[in-house]
């Protein structure tokens, strides 16, 4: 069973930034893909981010994109989100996800999700 820890999160002013961290118990097939998702209240949980990890390849959603940055540490078998220039429509619940046999913006395919970590910025 695949676990991942989530941190980094807090509260800034529009055009801070913050870095999530997710941390998996594995780095296995099992977490080939990793994803960040979003969930704001009142509003469906959104992909933000996601990287395949056996080859680097990382797409971002368009609202993302040029503002956020998802890395990985292989060796601490860790996933991050830098996010810099945040707005007010960024702030939600930030959850890590993995799962096997690549990456797609369906949530309902991951098999593996952190526990969330709040993003709030004020404007």
């Known amino acids: 069973q695949v676990q991942l820890a989530e941190s980094g999160g807090g509260s800034v002013q529009a055009g801070g930034s913050l870095r999530l961290s997710c941390a998996a118990s594995?780095?296995?097939?099992?977490?080939?893909?990793m994803a960040w998702f979003r969930q704001a209240p009142g509003k469906e949980r959104e992909g933000v981010a996601r990287?395949?990890?056996?080859?680097?390849?990382?797409i971002y959603a368009d609202s993302v994109k040029g503002r956020f940055t998802i890395s990985q540490d292989n060796t601490k078998n860790t996933v991050y989100l830098q996010m810099n220039s945040l707005k007010p429509e960024d702030t939600a619940v930030y959850y890590c996800?993995?799962?096997?046999?690549?990456?797609?913006?369906?949530?309902?395919?991951?098999?593996?999700w952190g526990q969330g970590t709040q993003v709030t910025v004020s404007s």
């Open positions: 594995e780095y296995s097939y099992r977490t080939d893909c």
């Open positions: 990287v395949y990890r056996p080859y680097g390849i990382i």
């Open positions: 996800a993995a799962k096997a046999n690549g990456c797609t913006w369906d949530r309902g395919l991951y098999g593996y």
